[in-house]
């Protein structure tokens, strides 16, 4: 449903961040994008979420390009959330789940409250609705985050380094929780966490220097991982 | 976000308020277009009993009233009286703000150059005042050397002094009220100015300063009307012919100066004049300092509430407008914070009358504080706006929001929440402001204060309640800023 297909992005001060990246993301799944910091995951999440666009490859959603697509209508098949979350200060839990359904997709707003308790209620954190984000905790606002992306109902959600604030007792428990979403929509997880996206990614690729050096399951990406740090050791 | 399209709505009501503003009459000040058929619009102080100044009744009245009045009525024309300050009052002829000044202006070779001048219709001349404490002391003006004479800022006197006198060192004032406070506190040796004025406010004020030496120099008191209307000044010169002729002008003479010409006489120095004027009742006081402070506050919220409807705009494009654009609002800006409030208004108001526009002086105090608080509300806004993180910008566009809807729900009300307590800062600051815009005739609370004082003589008093009256209203828009800041800061604002 996303693929990538040979991808190179050149930024301005010359930095060749991506070359010819290329890969597929199954519809239903939970995939991985690996790699250490600077080794391009931004970049590309950026150019998958229209924030770059390459000069050379393609992106296509569900077969088009995604530049074909109305903004509008990319942002509501396309979430992402940011490692920073950027909930919204100045607006609840709640408020920051229903803006973006009444505002921009003109639906009505008591039955997107309506939608929105039931999806806290899901992601289990009903009890956040009417906090302020500085009032809750870090994996509240991590959950929120998702619920508020999730409102538009994705086909395929970003997640950029979404473990980056955990400790270790909740990353197991987002885990958990992350896999129990699959129904909703298909999560790319953009992570240097190996363990992490061994848990939840079935599928996955690993990016070194802006390029793609290992494909296919993260499970043996990250055996590959351990025997090259064995061997280096 | 109800409450943002209140203010929107409100905004655009006052923005209507204010061009039918044109229409609204000052208190105290009558002004209308000089243009309008059959009306004769004359500029004067109120501040210089007994020519001209505000009775008991809040009445404008005095010598130079009753002259206009007639004068008028010979004219067979409608009398507007303008009160205005008197170091502008000539600058206000020659901007075509009203048709002649009745305001007891000598004739000088100065002035002739710039307008025309009718015959005199009063004689008058200049004398010394000294402390009677040092009346044997000094006997006239050869006694003065080296000492410090007062005078009033832009009257003949103070140009005679300076002219002939350079072993005096001249000191100006803005009214004789501040001299007459300096001359109390003995940091004056000595005052100039009219005879029969300076005999009428000392007897009023009860003063203890006498006349010392003979009058310095004969003054001729005539109506400048611009240079361009012959016919006005043959009209108006006409007219005092026959007001002369009818024994119009003896009988106002009698009706103001008798007992001044009593006063002279000690024996009858008690008479009930001094209560008159200086005992303005509390009730006409009251109402006049509020009414006053009701103009400085419509004002200010005119000002404050337009002002930041442009600055939000011009501080958008401060913040991120491509470069031209900044670059233009960023000169205008600097310009206008980099330049004095007071030069402004001048500029507004003496100038537009040159660009085809005659602005009243309220209009042209709103307009000019208007634009003025908009440069300071505008650098609020930008740095407001700079305060909110890249991130929101990026996750609002992520959620499928229009740059304007980003704009709209996301970053203007962060930005809004930041810069809320300085932008009520600012609003403190301009109604402060609004003192100054006594000095083109808006009848605001300074300067019914003074138009009082003149009368009243008491400063100090009364420019402490005026203080009062302003701290009532700064105090609590402070401490709300503060506390809207407190409460910001723990909801974790940045900027905050």
């Known amino acids: 449903m996303l693929s990538v297909r040979n991808v190179s992005f050149k930024y301005p001060s010359g930095t060749q961040a991506l070359s010819d990246v290329a890969f597929e993301v199954q519809g239903g799944d939970i995939f991985a994008i690996l790699g250490e910091s600077g080794s391009g995951k931004t970049t590309l999440l950026r150019c998958i979420g229209r924030f770059l666009r390459p000069k050379r490859g393609a992106i296509e959603l569900d077969g088009r390009s995604i530049w074909k697509y109305e903004e509008r209508e990319f942002r509501q098949r396309l979430g992402i959330v940011f490692q920073e979350l950027n909930l919204f200060p100045h607006l609840t839990v709640l408020q920051n789940m229903s803006l973006a359904p009444v505002q921009a997709l003109g639906q009505d707003r008591n039955e997107v409250e309506k939608a929105s308790r039931e999806m806290l209620e899901r992601l289990k954190i009903a009890e956040v609705a009417e906090s302020y984000p500085n009032q809750i905790s870090g994996g509240q606002a991590q959950r929120a985050a998702i619920a508020r992306a999730l409102m538009l109902k994705p086909e395929c959600l970003l997640l950029d380094e979404p473990t980056s604030a955990l400790d270790l007792g909740t990353t197991e428990e987002f885990a958990a929780w992350l896999l129990d979403l699959k129904e909703y929509t298909t999560f790319v997880v953009v992570t240097h966490d190996v363990p992490f996206a061994a848990r939840v990614a079935s599928t996955g690729v690993l990016l070194e220097q802006g390029a793609v050096v290992l494909a296919g399951s993260v499970d043996a990406i990250e055996e590959r991982l351990r025997a090259g740090m064995a061997q280096g050791a | 976000m109800k409450w943002l399209e209140r203010i929107v709505r409100t905004a655009a009501a006052v923005w209507i308020l204010v061009l039918l503003l044109g229409?609204?009459?000052?208190?105290?000040?009558?002004?209308?277009?000089?243009?309008?058929?059959?009306?004769?619009?004359?500029?004067?102080?109120?501040?210089?009993?007994?020519?001209?100044?505000?009775?008991?009744?809040?009445?404008?009245?005095?010598?130079?009233?009753?002259?206009?009045?007639?004068?008028?009525?010979?004219?067979?024309?409608?009398?507007?009286?303008?009160?205005?300050?008197?170091?502008?009052?000539?600058?206000?002829?020659?901007?075509?703000?009203?048709?002649?000044?009745?305001?007891?202006?000598?004739?000088?070779?100065?002035?002739?150059?710039?307008?025309?001048?009718?015959?005199?219709?009063?004689?008058?001349?200049?004398?010394?005042?000294?402390?009677?404490?040092?009346?044997?002391?000094?006997?006239?003006?050869?006694?003065?050397?080296?000492?410090?004479?007062?005078?009033?800022?832009?009257?003949?006197?103070?140009?005679?002094?300076?002219?002939?006198?350079?072993?005096?060192?001249?000191?100006?004032?803005?009214?004789?009220?501040?001299?007459?406070?300096?001359?109390?506190?003995?940091?004056?040796?000595?005052?100039?100015?009219?005879?029969?004025?300076?005999?009428?406010?000392?007897?009023?004020?009860?003063?203890?300063?006498?006349?010392?030496?003979?009058?310095?120099?004969?003054?001729?008191?005539?109506?400048?009307?611009?240079?361009?209307?012959?016919?006005?000044?043959?009209?108006?010169?006409?007219?005092?012919?026959?007001?002369?002729?009818?024994?119009?002008?003896?009988?106002?003479?009698?009706?103001?100066?008798?007992?001044?010409?009593?006063?002279?006489?000690?024996?009858?120095?008690?008479?009930?004049?001094?209560?008159?004027?200086?005992?303005?009742?509390?009730?006409?006081?009251?109402?006049?300092?509020?009414?006053?402070?009701?103009?400085?506050?419509?004002?200010?919220?005119?000002?404050?509430?337009?002002?930041?409807?442009?600055?939000?705009?011009?501080?958008?494009?401060?913040?991120?407008?491509?470069?031209?654009?900044?670059?233009?609002?960023?000169?205008?800006?600097?310009?206008?914070?980099?330049?004095?409030?007071?030069?402004?208004?001048?500029?507004?108001?003496?100038?537009?009358?040159?660009?085809?526009?005659?602005?009243?002086?309220?209009?042209?105090?709103?307009?000019?504080?208007?634009?003025?608080?908009?440069?300071?509300?505008?650098?609020?806004?930008?740095?407001?706006?700079?305060?909110?993180?890249?991130?929101?910008?990026?996750?609002?566009?992520?959620?499928?929001?229009?740059?304007?809807?980003?704009?709209?729900?996301?970053?203007?009300?962060?930005?809004?929440?930041?810069?809320?307590?300085?932008?009520?800062?600012?609003?403190?600051?301009?109604?402060?402001?609004?003192?100054?815009?006594?000095?083109?005739?808006?009848?605001?609370?300074?300067?019914?204060?003074?138009?009082?004082?003149?009368?009243?003589?008491?400063p100090a008093k009364y420019y402490l309640i005026v203080a009062v009256m302003f701290f009532v209203f700064t105090y609590p828009l402070m401490r709300l800023a503060s506390a809207f800041e407190a409460h910001m800061k723990k909801r974790g604002f940045a900027g905050a």
């Open chain 2, 23 to 458: 229409a609204i009459p000052e208190a105290g000040s009558a002004y209308a277009a000089s243009t309008a058929a059959e009306s004769f619009t004359v500029a004067l102080t109120g501040k210089y009993p007994p020519f001209s100044f505000y009775s008991d009744e809040a009445e404008l009245v005095g010598f130079d009233v009753d002259v206009s009045q007639l004068v008028a009525e010979k004219l067979n024309r409608e009398l507007r009286i303008v009160t205005t300050e008197w170091d502008g009052i000539l600058g206000g002829l020659l901007a075509g703000k009203y048709d002649a000044i009745i305001g007891s202006m000598a004739i000088t070779p100065e002035r002739a150059k710039s307008v025309d001048f009718t015959m005199p219709y009063y004689v008058s001349g200049a004398q010394l005042f000294v402390h009677v404490d040092d009346a044997g002391e000094i006997q006239s003006l050869k006694d003065m050397e080296g000492k410090k004479a007062g005078a009033v800022l832009g009257e003949t006197f103070e140009h005679y002094l300076v002219t002939n006198h350079p072993e005096i060192s001249v000191v100006t004032y803005k009214s004789t009220v501040d001299i007459f406070q300096e001359m109390q506190h003995r940091r004056l040796d000595g005052f100039v100015t009219d005879r029969l004025v300076g005999m009428y406010q000392i007897k009023s004020a009860q003063m203890p300063f006498v006349p010392a030496g003979p009058l310095l120099y004969e003054e001729q008191m005539a109506i400048p009307v611009k240079q361009d209307q012959p016919e006005l000044l043959a009209a108006i010169n006409q007219a005092l012919t026959d007001l002369e002729a009818e024994g119009e002008l003896a009988k106002l003479h009698e009706k103001w100066f008798a007992s001044i010409h009593a006063a002279e006489d000690e024996s009858v120095a008690a008479t009930g004049s001094a209560e008159e004027t200086g005992g303005m009742s509390w009730g006409t006081i009251a109402v006049r300092l509020l009414r006053g402070f009701g103009i400085t506050l419509l004002v200010a919220f005119l000002s404050i509430a337009m002002g930041f409807i442009l600055a939000v705009p011009a501080g958008v494009v401060l913040h991120g407008a491509p470069r031209l654009g900044q670059t233009v609002v960023r000169a205008i800006v600097d310009f206008i914070r980099g330049t004095p409030v007071l030069i402004q208004l001048f500029f507004v108001y003496f100038g537009s009358p040159q660009i085809g526009l005659n602005l009243s002086p309220m209009v042209a105090a709103v307009v000019t504080l208007t634009i003025n608080s908009a440069a300071y509300m505008s650098e609020v806004v930008r740095s407001g706006l700079l305060a909110v993180s890249p991130g929101q910008r990026v996750a609002a566009r992520a959620l499928g929001l229009s740059p304007f809807e980003v704009f709209r729900f996301v970053v203007w009300p962060q930005a809004l929440r930041v810069a809320l307590p300085p932008l009520m800062n600012s609003a403190v600051a301009l109604l402060k402001d609004t003192a100054l815009i006594s000095v083109i005739s808006v009848a605001e609370v300074i300067r019914e204060a003074q138009s009082i004082i003149s009368v009243t003589f008491d």
